[in-house]
């Protein structure tokens, strides 16, 4: 089956700075998305990359979607202490009966030291 | 505008017994995915449902685990005969149409 790999699998940061993580695939996707999960939570969308070579922001995140779909990165500016969490990417391909169901990269671990 | 609900958010079962978990999809959406997580762990696909369809089950394991989505009320996954292999985090996910999928908070199920 597909796999994602996801780097770094964990990430000690101090606040302010910037962070920038990204998943490859063997395979193409259709679409990336990228998650984040907090303890004893659902992963909640962070961004949806739909076309090859586009860049999407949505306030201090930034998440490309790769030129030859195999491939995104996610971006972080200026991170602050909320920004704690498992970040996850997703890919998502298209078969004959449809949408396929995601397939998850491992999570990053963000940790922010004071 | 009331999100992805599952319930129950905790379910202790012993080996053998039956477990359930059910799933409301946000308003309008048609589109059900169940996923597995185990500890530090990526989500794992399970099964995609449409209302009374089951589209793609290639993630399911073959035996004791079943899901549906009918008509009227929640998707149920099933699990019969559980064993402490299935203990994990279960998600659902809904969609509008096939694209962005947003996930409920689980249902994190122990088999003792």
């Known amino acids: 089956g597909q796999q994602l790999n996801q780097s770094p699998q964990s990430m000690f940061i101090q606040e302010g700075e910037d962070v920038s993580m990204n998943c490859t695939s063997s395979?193409?996707?259709?679409?990336w998305l990228w998650y984040k999960q907090e303890p004893g939570e659902g992963p909640v969308l962070l961004i949806a990359?739909?076309?090859?070579?586009e860049l999407t922001s949505n306030g201090r995140l930034t998440a490309q979607f790769g030129i030859t779909r195999k491939d995104s990165f996610l971006n972080i500016s200026a991170s602050i202490p909320s920004d704690v969490g498992i970040y996850f990417c997703a890919g998502q391909s298209y078969s004959g009966g449809g949408a396929d169901g995601l397939t998850f990269g491992k999570g990053t671990h963000l940790i922010i030291q004071p | 505008n009331a999100g992805v609900m599952q319930n129950p958010r905790h379910l202790v079962r012993r080996r053998g017994q039956e477990a359930r978990l059910r799933c409301s999809p946000m308003?309008?959406?048609?589109?059900v995915y169940w996923y597995r997580q185990l500890p530090e762990e990526g989500l794992k696909f399970m099964v995609y449902?449409?209302?009374?369809?089951?589209?793609?089950e290639s993630g399911m394991p073959k035996e004791r685990f079943s899901a549906e989505f009918p008509k009227e009320g929640p998707s149920i996954l099933r699990i019969q005969q559980v064993v402490r292999g299935d203990s994990a985090a279960y998600f659902c996910?809904?969609?509008?149409?096939?694209?962005?999928?947003?996930f409920g908070p689980g249902t994190r199920l122990t088999v003792t």
């Open positions: 990359l739909y076309k090859a070579g």
């Open positions: 395979s193409i996707f259709n679409t």
């Open positions: 308003k309008g959406h048609s589109h």
């Open positions: 996910a809904s969609s509008l149409t096939e694209y962005e999928q947003y």
């Open positions: 449902l449409q209302k009374e369809n089951i589209i793609d």
